[in-house]
């Protein structure tokens, strides 16, 4: 089956500190991999996506590189800022529908 | 702004009150879906429509009843509902084909079942 596996947090960091979020995978086929950010009071908004082996999704100088040997799409970011603080959520959807799979969110709070 | 409405954005209802939920997105898509989200657990996909038809009910109780009049609008209607079906409910859409695979999400309705 389809499943995506990421770490707990809450995470706590410190302004311009590096962010690592792991993300394992499980799934029959090639998905695509998403990682989605939720602000406060809000949805979830797509952050950056991978559609396949060895692929690097990017944006807001997060970054994420879709490994099949490994299952994995961790999330990566240099420097980060205290807007960044949301809840990010990884997610897999599979290449035989409209199905997407998420893991369980992990909190960041960025403190200045 | 992500193109999908949610209203109303906070509910509290009774364990005997019947309520609806209601989703609207005017992106063109043709996929709409239900998804339950509750304190450290993964985000649960309850019900998919693709083009008005229901192609994905995981195993929702009875007491959840979705509705998909068009491929713009999406209701959620609730009844008998339990405590633990407190959450923050997400509507979402998606279009079809590669170019058009991510998910735009709602802001949802955070539901408190007394």
């Known amino acids: 089956g389809n499943s995506v596996t990421q770490m707990e947090g809450p995470v706590t960091l410190s302004e311009e500190a590096f962010l690592t979020i792991n993300c394992t995978y499980t799934?029959?086929?090639?998905?695509?991999l998403f990682w989605y950010v939720q602000y406060p009071g809000e949805g979830l908004q797509l952050l950056l996506k991978?559609?396949?082996?060895?692929d690097k999704g990017s944006n807001k100088g997060f970054e994420a590189t879709y490994r099949k040997e490994t299952t994995s799409f961790h999330l990566e970011k240099g420097s980060v800022q205290v807007s960044d603080s949301a809840v990010y959520f990884c997610?897999?959807?599979?290449?035989?529908?409209?199905?997407?799979?998420f893991g369980t969110g992990t909190s960041l709070t960025v403190i200045p | 702004e992500t193109g999908v409405t949610q209203t109303p954005r906070h509910l509290v209802m009774g364990m005997t009150n019947k309520k609806s939920l209601k989703c609207e997105q005017h992106?063109?898509?043709?996929?709409m879906y239900w998804y339950k989200q509750s304190a450290k657990k993964p985000l649960e996909l309850m019900f998919v429509?693709?083009?008005?038809?229901?192609?994905e009910n995981n195993s929702v109780p009875s007491r959840f009843s979705p509705e998909c009049p068009n491929s713009s609008h999406l209701f959620l209607h609730l009844h008998t509902l339990q405590p633990e079906d407190s959450a923050l409910y997400l509507c979402?859409?998606?279009?079809?084909?590669?170019?058009?695979?991510?998910?735009?999400f709602g802001s949802g309705t955070q539901l408190s079942v007394l």
């Open positions: 979402a859409s998606s279009g079809n084909g590669a170019t058009n695979e991510k998910l735009f």
């Open positions: 799934a029959t086929g090639y998905p695509s």
């Open positions: 991978a559609t396949k082996a060895d």
């Open positions: 997610a897999l959807r599979s290449n035989t529908g409209n199905q997407f799979y």
């Open positions: 992106l063109g898509h043709n996929a």
């Open positions: 429509y693709n083009f008005k038809e229901q192609t």
